[in-house]
């Protein structure tokens, strides 16, 4: 039997009903709120950490792990993929670079490749998924490296927030666009772009027409993929029945073979705060 591993940050979502991937070692994030520190890992209470950062005037912050903890997470093993944040909002995929190197100084003829996801969440969960099934399929190291960095380019990730307060006191939503945007009741539309980059994909009125745009986005461009891109999976936070009601949209208009549901762990929790929706294949 082929010995390989797949490790992950925390940035990777559970699966509803699952909890976290089969065959995926993950490596926990830690986040700051006020004074608190919250390692992200299967015992943080997420319902926990959204009332504690409503409660904070502060930001929460996001601490990549360390090298080590790569580099422990690796092991022994001989044939390990790493998946990482997109390298654009997160230190992660820099550290576990890092974690990579220091494994190999310990063993040279051991194989091990980082990926920048170039997404997060449901993304992450996407692209270990892609992995084990190129393994599955009996490809070789380099193939399913060559394969999944052709997976991670063809990727769409789009999100719906509930609410903008994180991205305001972090400052990467103007005060005056902040007010603008909660007493117009404007939800925005988001997603990645092809360099990991959170750009606008649209706007509306209400949570129902943004979800409905969201909805069209993962349509048009579920028509442009490839037949690598056939799973969809959705991230939600604190919001199950909005999920499985976009999932129902989505399958009545998309020719995807898997919905696959997946709940928010800690930092997919602290962008995407209560109510929110992020999607990704």
């Known amino acids: 039997m082929r010995d390989y591993t797949v490790i ?12 976290p991937l089969d065959d995926v070692r993950l490596v926990p994030l830690t986040i700051e709120v006020g004074s608190g520190i919250h390692v992200d890992d299967a015992t943080l209470d997420c319902g926990m950490l959204i009332t504690t950062m409503a409660n ?4 929460p912050k996001s601490a990549c792990p360390a090298p080590s903890a790569f580099d422990a997470a690796i092991g022994a093993s001989d044939e390990c993929y790493i998946v990482t944040l997109s390298e654009n909002v997160s230190g992660t995929y820099n550290s576990a670079v890092m974690g990579a190197k220091l494994a190999l100084e310990r063993n ?3 194989k091990i490749h980082v990926f920048n996801s170039k997404t997060a969440a449901a993304g ?14 009996g490809l070789a190291f380099d193939e399913v490296v060559a394969r999944t960095e052709r997976f991670v380019g063809g990727l769409t990730t789009l999100f719906v927030l509930e609410t ?17 945007t909660a007493a117009l009741k404007i ?33 048009q ?29 989505i399958a ?25 929706i992020i999607a990704a294949f």
């Open 164 to 180: 903008l307060e994180v991205f305001r006191k972090s400052g990467r939503l103007s005060h005056l666009q902040s007010i603008a």
């Open 221 to 249: 461009e579920s028509e442009k993929a490839d037949e690598e891109h056939d799973t969809l999976y959705i991230t939600h936070c604190a919001c199950l029945d909005r999920a499985m009601a976009v999932k129902e949209q």
């Open 187 to 219: 939800k925005l539309i988001m997603g990645a772009d092809k360099n990991g980059n959170i750009a606008m994909r649209g706007k509306a009125l209400s949570m129902s027409r943004a979800l409905d745009n969201l909805v069209k986005l993962v349509k």
């Open 8 to 19: 992950a940050d925390s940035c990777t979502d559970y699966i509803v009903g699952k909890g």
């Open 124 to 137: 992450e969960v996407a692209v270990c998924e892609k992995i084990k099934d190129f393994i599955r399929r």
């Open 252 to 276: 009545k208009q998309c020719s995807f073979k898997d919905i696959v549901i997946c709940e928010a762990r800690g930092i997919s929790t602290m962008y995407a705060n209560e109510g929110g």
């Open 56 to 59: 904070c005037k502060e930001a």
């Open 108 to 110: 040279p003829l051991r």
